[in-house]
């Protein structure tokens, strides 16, 4: 989704790091073998998952929602030597594609996949995890968000995606569209909530920046 002017946005892209040649070889992957390949991160905002994790120097860093791992891929480039990434999808016939890549990057050993419900996983994860990044069941968001905050430290930082969801967020809600409704919710709990600073980025689907205080 673009928001910007397409020969503005384009300007952005062009005027932005590179996308490295795995992930262009995982974005072409993709398109031939998987399902709905929008769903991907792709270029730009992988970048921009980049630049925030290299900031944050994560130790241990959680994503909700693999897909095909282009934006795990990403996130691990900022992650400490010692660190792990814990991702989790339910569908476990991507589990190949995201484990082919995963061990192609060299993060291969410190990126562990987990299948199945993220609403059972994540209490049975007990690392501390400085970065988040939420990319999976709309409905599910603020789910995630109650289950993670309380054992989150001072400093750890939530990204959260598609939360501006095709510019449905500021249109007239159809009674029937769930996912816009949670996500309607979701944004005013995380920019009211007493525990976090939040900032919603206009970048390609919307992504928020939120810092535990």
Excluded at 6 to 28: G, R
Excluded at 100 to 125: T, W
Aim: aromatic share 8%.
């Amino acid at each position: 989704m673009h928001f910007l002017p397409e020969n503005i946005d384009q300007y952005a892209v062009s005027h932005s790091q590179t996308e490295p040649e795995l992930l262009q070889q995982l974005t072409k992957e993709t398109w031939q073998k998987v399902l709905a390949p929008r769903m991907s991160s792709g270029h730009y905002q992988g970048r921009v998952l980049s630049m925030i994790s290299k900031l944050i120097n994560p130790k241990n860093i959680l994503e909700i929602g693999t897909y095909t791992g282009y934006a795990a891929l990403c996130l691990a480039e900022g992650m400490q030597q010692n660190g792990i990434l814990h991702t989790i999808d339910i569908n476990e016939e991507l589990y190949d594609i995201q484990r082919k890549y995963f061990d192609a990057s060299g993060f291969g050993n410190r990126m562990k996949q987990h299948i199945g419900n993220a609403v059972e996983i994540i209490p049975r994860l007990t690392t501390p995890f400085d970065l988040i990044f939420i990319d999976a069941d709309k409905s599910n968001y603020a789910t995630y968000l109650k289950l993670l905050l309380p054992s989150l430290q001072s400093g750890a930082v939530i990204l959260s995606d598609n939360v501006l969801w095709s510019g449905k967020v500021v249109e007239q809600l159809n009674p029937k569209d769930k996912d816009t409704k949670a996500l309607l919710k979701y944004n005013k709990l995380l920019n009211e909530h007493h525990k976090l600073e939040t900032v919603l980025l206009p970048i390609r689907d919307g992504l928020t920046i939120s810092r535990v205080k």
